[in-house]
């Protein structure tokens, strides 16, 4: 049987060509579960946004509506792996709760819980924005120098009046900064425009995993108790790239991280993907859920860990080819390969 790491996605995966991904959802007790629950709230449902006959960037890249997508959209995926070994599982940004959910440390109901409570969180409060931009070439090249200058320029900034800026997500070859208008503003003036979309403002997104979340994070802890956690089933990879092992973790310091840490400091996907790689060294890199954006980024952390002697886009691209290495589940001809 083949093992693999699964990467669990974050916000901005479901796009317009994700719409109908809860069409083959296999679980309709659950699913219907997750509606009933949004129905409570209020919140139009999942399948109802998932079934819209247009997509909406308004609608569902709102927090309240994309985080409990992706997260059904990932849990889904994760419940149809076929003869796939799971050894670790982790996660991007919003991608841990789903992640928490996949290895066992939340049960699918409490994880859609704690998902639609933060995306609901973090909407309603909605502070500051967050910016991607490459500090890799097209070629994917190592660049650390690059990467040094572009995170010394967001220092600089959050240094100046009433100017907030700092890292959110180090993101394989990309770096995603949040912070303040005046801040994102700054940045966006002080770097030229590179592969004809960078600096890239993301839509509906807050200042995620940065200090100006505080209040969110306060709220997260107020409203979900650590009872609702419990001991993963599987090796959780967080966002330090430190591990949660079955039977030997805390739940309590997994609920503080989870609603502390995770939501006020950097997270470090890059270290998440290194941690996998050299601590697991799985058959496969498996991303669930919408979409297959977070790909690129998987490959791009192999490589600056020098995973199986990568060492650039087209030393990837040509082990792709021959007996691929990541899987994304968005992608028919790769989710066959895994289900």
């Known amino acids: 049987m083949r093992t693999a790491v699964l990467i669990c996605p974050g916000r901005g995966t479901y796009t317009k060509t994700e719409l109908g991904s809860l069409t083959r959802f296999p679980d309709a007790k659950l699913l219907a579960h997750f509606d009933a629950r949004r129905s409570v709230l209020n919140q139009e449902t999942l399948t109802a946004l998932d079934s819209a006959a247009t997509y909406s960037v308004s609608k569902h890249t709102r927090g309240d509506n994309a985080s409990a997508l992706i997260y059904a959209c990932t849990l889904g995926d994760a419940l149809s792996l076929k003869d796939i070994e799971i050894t670790a599982v982790t996660g991007n940004s919003m991608g841990w709760y789903s992640a928490l959910a996949c290895a066992g440390a939340l049960t699918p109901e409490n994880g859609f819980e704690v998902v639609n409570t933060m995306g609901t969180l973090m909407q309603q409060s909605l502070i500051g924005g967050q910016i991607i931009h490459p500090f890799l070439g097209e070629n994917w090249l190592p660049n650390p120098r690059r990467k040094a200058e572009l995170l010394r320029l967001a220092a600089e900034i959050n240094t100046r009046p009433d100017h907030t800026l700092t890292l959110s997500i180090d993101l394989g070859g990309m770096l995603v900064l949040a912070g303040n208008e005046a801040g994102l503003k700054a940045f966006e003036s002080a770097v030229p425009p590179e592969q004809s979309r960078f600096p890239m403002r993301l839509a509906n997104h807050a200042a995620f995993h940065t200090t100006l979340q505080a209040p969110v994070a306060a709220q997260g802890r107020a409203?979900?108790?650590?009872?609702?956690?419990?001991?993963?089933?599987?090796?959780?990879?967080?966002?330090?790239?430190?591990?949660w092992w079955p039977g030997a973790?805390?739940?309590?310091?997994?609920?503080?991280?989870?609603?502390?840490?995770?939501?006020?400091?950097?997270?470090?996907?890059?270290?998440?993907?290194?941690?996998?790689?050299?601590?697991?060294?799985?058959?496969?890199?498996?991303?669930?859920?919408?979409?297959?954006?977070?790909?690129?980024?998987?490959?791009?952390?192999?490589?600056?860990?020098?995973?199986?002697?990568?060492?650039?886009?087209?030393?990837?691209?040509?082990?792709?080819?021959?007996n691929p290495l990541v899987i994304s589940m968005g992608l028919p001809e790769q989710r066959a390969m895994v289900t």
């Open 223 to 243: 409203q979900l108790p650590a009872a609702l956690f419990q001991q993963p089933q599987k090796p959780l990879i967080d966002g330090r790239g430190s591990i």
């Open 249 to 322: 973790t805390k739940t309590d310091q997994l609920h503080a991280y989870t609603l502390g840490h995770q939501v006020t400091e950097p997270y470090d996907f890059t270290a998440a993907i290194r941690t996998a790689a050299r601590e697991f060294a799985p058959d496969l890199f498996i991303i669930p859920g919408p979409g297959t954006t977070l790909g690129g980024a998987v490959a791009q952390s192999l490589i600056l860990a020098n995973h199986q002697h990568l060492a650039s886009k087209q030393d990837f691209q040509t082990r792709q080819a021959q």
